[in-house]
């Protein structure tokens, strides 16, 4: 028992008792990591497609969309946290703000890339089926690019798991919570456990999303097939 209790004395990378002791701060913290990327990416997703649908529009409305939504995605995260600090205040609004205006980069392409991908033909059949502007981006358009979508969902829910320990600066980084003050206190034990969380989080979030899309586009699994 002894030689167990020992690890957190000496200070050990891997230390059972640290998380059995801290098992109800790592459950609070992977809790409000949770919540925060998915919030996130949720108001992310809406914001990004009627983005996309406006810089579907035209070169005047495209250059302008897909310029600010590349420059937000090249401001670092400290920076941005702190510039959205005077409007929100020390808040979880803070990091979803942020999280949000980097997602838009990767969700706006996608989104972009999903409707241009849509064949010709099968625009035209709706149209001349009599399907107007509204229905056809509902029924058949953005059924078609669900793949894209839903790949872009992917790649900026994985990020956003990543980014949200950044959080921590406003105290609402969910592991980052833990992850900072441990790497300044050297506390070994705590600093592996919330990063192996935060990397778990990340490949649970991706297999489940990779389930919800191949549940909901089976016919690109029947064109793998043929």
């Known amino acids: 028992m002894a030689g167990h209790s020992s690890c957190l004395v000496a200070n050990d990378w891997f230390c059972w008792e640290y ?18 990327t998915a919030v996130s990416v949720v108001i992310g997703i809406l914001v ?15 250059g302008p969309v897909l310029a600010l939504t590349t420059l937000l995605y090249t401001v670092p995260s400290l920076a941005m946290f702190s510039l959205l600090l005077p409007v929100f205040g020390l808040s979880a609004a803070v990091v979803v703000t942020g999280l949000v205006l980097y997602s838009l980069t990767i969700l706006v392409r996608n989104v972009l890339a999903g409707l241009d991908a849509v ?3 099968v625009k035209e059949a709706a149209r001349g089926m009599g ?21 872009g969902i992917r790649i900026a829910t994985v990020s956003t798991v990543a980014l949200t320990t950044v959080g921590a600066i406003v105290g609402k980084g969910g592991l980052g919570n833990l992850i900072a003050p441990a790497v300044t206190s050297s506390f070994k034990a705590q600093v592996l456990t919330a990063s192996v969380l ?28 043929a």
């Open 19 to 36: 998380v059995t002791s801290r098992s109800q701060e790592l459950t609070d913290a992977t809790v409000q990591h949770v919540w925060i």
């Open 48 to 62: 990004a497609v009627p983005l996309a649908l406006l810089a579907r529009r035209g070169r005047r409305w495209a």
């Open 119 to 121: 064949p010709q033909e």
């Open 131 to 151: 399907y107007g502007p509204a229905r056809m981006l509902w029924q058949v358009e953005l059924p078609l690019a669900l793949p894209a979508l839903l790949a």
């Open 198 to 225: 935060c990397v778990l989080l990340a490949l649970v979030a991706d297999m489940a999303l990779l389930g919800v899309q191949r549940l909901l586009t089976p016919w690109t699994r029947a064109a793998k097939g």
